[in-house]
């Protein structure tokens, strides 16, 4: 977000500068405003879209979707791509399940070596990518095809299952009620209700503390619409879910990602050289940045983090097959771009590529359920993506 304050002609209506700092920030908040809006049109058309299970399924279908949006992001960000993901993890998730049935191994050090072999998985794309310098794009088109390959030698023709029921939790778990009897699962509304709390304890902890050093540049209306709308978001999914089954184990992980990753790319040396790196590659090396070491490390981390995506995907279906993960990453990536990040690299947000996802969520499962055919749901989903880029490049000519 930009810091320089807006000025405002003396006597001029709050409401516009509210407008004017929106136009500004449109990429910012415009795919907030859009979720909301796409939720609002698909529960009016369905009329039970925000329904506990339906909410409770919205965040396990696309779970494993945010985990790999949160890592290509990075990737986005300092101008690469990574097309593999989706054969990496559903490679991951095969050997995951053939180490935990076949080999009978224990289900966490299994999930353990699957982690560690996404991460050398990530190392050797990344490696070729940073220092050899072959370009993102062929490196892992080639490991997508690579890596399907190696799912259909793993687990041939056959499923692999059924996968140990305690590592099913991974995917298919719900935290314990400390609070029974109450007709609600009262512990996930409490937790519910004090992440919501927190979050806006720290905004305006934040606006405080930027007011005083006179780069509160967001004005006043922006600022409690935005947080009213997430803090209200919050509170309704965290009842809807207290009225299924409580909390998912699943969201609790997303939940510590998208803190982690937002605190690093926003808060930390290593995240600000990240965004550097994909503005100008050449002026960040020259102002010396270790731009082959950045570039490398965020493909590490993707391959970490398709790794993990992978073995979600498996503990949800119980087992591994090998057609698990196909075309997962044009999810993840529309993803990302539907969020806010830019396909000339140096944009993007955490949040903005979770946004993205569960713009994408939303729309498969309103569409699903109003009946609307495979086929018609890919074609809108395409125009949706093309909507976003076109975005960002007339944003991108217009600055």
Same mark, same amino acid.
């Given at each position: ?8 002609? +003396? ?55 945010i985990i790999m949006a949160i890592g290509m992001l990075l990737v986005i960000v300092t101008g690469h791509i990574d097309l593999s993901v989706g054969s990496v993890a559903g490679f991951i ?48 088109? %080639? ?24 590592? $099913?939790?991974?995917? +298919? ?29 720290? %905004?305006?902890? +934040? ?22 709308i997430v803090a209200a978001a919050i509170v309704l999914i965290t009842l809807q879910l207290s009225e299924h089954r409580g909390l998912p184990i699943v969201l609790i992980i997303m939940g ?25 590659? +050449? ?15 965020? @493909? ?57 996802? @569960? ?18 749901? $890919? ?21």
């Open positions: 977000m930009s810091t320089q304050s807006i000025e405002r002609p +003396k006597g001029a209506a709050p409401g516009n500068a509210n407008l004017d700092f929106f136009k500004t920030h449109i990429r910012e908040y415009g795919m907030l405003v859009a979720l909301v809006l796409i939720t609002v049109f698909f529960q009016a058309m369905t009329g039970n879209l925000l329904a506990p299970q339906n909410v409770t399924n919205l965040f396990l279908q696309n779970s494993f979707i998730g095969g050997l995951g399940a053939v180490l935990m049935v076949n080999q009978k191994m224990d289900p966490f050090l299994a999930a353990g070596i699957c982690l560690a072999v996404g991460a050398l998985i990530g190392a050797a794309q990344g490696w070729l990518v940073a220092y050899f310098k072959v370009p993102s794009f062929i490196v892992t088109l %080639a490991g997508m095809l690579v890596f399907r390959g190696l799912t259909l030698k793993v687990l041939g023709s056959t499923s692999v299952g059924p996968i140990p029921n305690e590592f $099913q939790l991974l995917s +298919k778990g719900y935290i314990p009620d400390a609070l029974p009897g109450y007709g609600l699962h009262m512990t996930t509304l409490v937790l519910g209700l004090a992440v919501a709390a927190l979050m806006l304890w720290f %905004a305006m902890r +934040k606006r405080a503390k930027q007011a005083r050093f006179g780069r509160a540049d967001e004005p006043f209306g922006i600022f409690v619409a935005r947080n009213a510590v990602l998208i803190a982690v990753y937002g605190f690093i790319t926003t808060r930390t040396t290593v995240g600000r050289r990240i965004y550097a790196v994909g503005g100008n590659e +050449k002026a960040a090396k020259l102002s010396g940045i270790k731009t082959e070491r950045l570039v490398f490390l965020t @493909f590490v981390n993707m391959g970490f983090l398709a790794a993990l995506a992978g073995l979600v995907f498996a503990a949800r279906f119980g087992s591994a097959t090998a057609k698990a993960g196909a075309s997962l990453e044009l999810d993840v990536i529309a993803a990302c771009f539907i969020g806010g990040a830019s396909a000339y690299g140096g944009v993007g947000k955490v949040v903005g590529a979770v946004v993205g996802a @569960f713009i994408m969520g939303v729309m498969n499962m309103g569409m699903s359920i109003m009946g609307i055919g495979i086929d018609d749901q $890919q074609l809108i989903k395409g125009l949706v993506l093309l909507a976003a880029v076109c975005f960002d490049v007339y944003n991108r000519n217009k600055a």
